[in-house]
């Protein structure tokens, strides 16, 4: 059978995003969503589904995580707890 | 619901400065992820582990699904469907964590039917009464709890988001399962001996789920470096022993071990000695029910072919109705 791998995303509730759960195997989307309902949402874990086939992902390089990500951690100055706030003014 | 043992996967040569890196980040509990770099070993393992692991789910489903059709009313009708529906789910929430390492799914079927792949022993035993069906939620899916809530700290991400899952829902099926036992053993004298039979049956290959002996698992080292396993086999079945005896005990029923003692100084009960050629036998295809599980899955998968054609073919008709509409 000439099935696709596809990406599983869970709303829990409204107000809340989409969250990623898991895969499965499906031949269209529409397959894909029922097998999400059945699969991943037996205890009501969820009242909206996303699915996106695996191969429209596309996804940073674990390898670049560093070059990436690190330029974020000598920003201090980008939180509110960098700036000292004066006593008399008590909330901000 | 729970694989024993683990792969001998053997290191080809790996950059030395690599490996480091991957067990300091196994060491600073930094999960792994799909995409990082990871050795083969330790993919190996995990392969071998979480397939063995899927398949027993899937497989798990055949004992309790003999007994569906004759549970004594609809509601034990209706929650053991859904605990063998949720059997079904775990398979695949385990299926897809694995297919993250890189191996299809095609070809993890394709193991398990022709006997390449191993699966828990424990649903190589028949289960011939009610009972056994009480005894499997209770002390089975007991003993896979004990095994799972570690797995949820894996090392490997996918893997221990797909334990946090099962384990949820792995709790019902142990409250179930302790609950028909309830029922039998508060029942008539024909009902408790029922519920006492279950017992004796399934107590000691529920034990040897854990895997061999501490002294005897060739595995273990390696797989805790990892992180794949937190606890050695003898500590989790000690554990399960513990935790089950009072509960047997609440019930009226005897655990059918002569030699089952509380020790003191330990603070854990003493048990007797293992079957641990029984255990070889059933792992290596001969137990009671090996070969009628491998036709239950071989017939099922064989006479499911025509449903995986006609999605091929539906799906090739629609892509042609698109196309022509184009």
Known sequence: MSSKLYEVFIRSKAGLNHRHVGSLHASDEKMALMNARDVYTRRQEGVSIWVVEAKYITASNPAQEHQWFDPAEDKVYRHPTFYPLNKEVENM | ?326
Not at chain 2, 63 to 81: Q, V
């Open chain 2, 1 to 326: 619901m729970y694989s024993q043992g683990l792969t001998d996967a053997k290191g080809s040569e790996e950059p030395q400065e690599l490996l480091d890196a991957f067990q300091k980040k196994i060491d600073a509990e930094i999960k792994i992820e799909p995409r990082d770099w990871m050795p083969e070993a330790y993919r190996k393992t995990l392969i071998r582990q979480m397939s063995q692991h899927a398949h027993s789910e899937i497989v798990g489903q055949l004992p309790e699904g003999n007994w569906i059709t004759r549970a004594p009313t609809l509601k034990r009708k209706m929650i053991l469907l859904a605990k063998v529906q949720d059997e079904a789910g775990h398979g695949l929430y385990i299926y897809s964590a694995t297919e993250t390492l890189g191996v299809s799914r095609e070809q993890l079927t394709t193991e398990l039917l022709t006997g390449q792949a191993k699966y828990s022993s424990i649903f190589n035993y028949p289960t011939t009464s009610w009972a056994d069906i009480g005894a499997i939620g209770w002390l089975v899916d007991g003993a896979a709890i004990m095994n799972q809530v570690p797995l949820c700290r894996a090392s490997y991400g996918p893997y221990a988001r797909s334990m946090v899952r099962i384990c949820k829902e792995e709790s019902f099926h142990q409250r179930q399962g302790y609950e028909i036992m309830t029922v039998l053993a508060r029942g008539s004298e024909a009902q408790k001996i029922m519920a006492q039979k279950a017992l004796n049956r399934f107590w000691w290959p529920s034990l040897m789920m854990f895997g061999p002996s501490d002294k005897d698992s060739k595995h273990s080292e390696q797989s805790m470096k990892w992180k794949i396993k937190r606890f050695s086999n003898d500590d989790l079945r000690q554990k399960f022993i513990d935790a089950t005896v009072p509960q047997a005990e609440h019930l009226g029923l005897t655990i059918p071990d002569p030699e089952l003692k509380w020790n003191d100084d330990k603070q854990g009960y003493d048990h007797g000695e293992i079957n641990w050629d029984e255990f070889m036998n059933v792992i290596k295809g001969h137990g009671p029910c090996n070969h009628q599980r491998m036709q239950a899955r071989i017939k099922a998968h064989e006479e499911g072919a025509w449903v995986r054609d006609a999605v091929e073919v539906y799906q090739a008709n629609q892509q042609k109705i698109k196309e022509e509409a184009a």
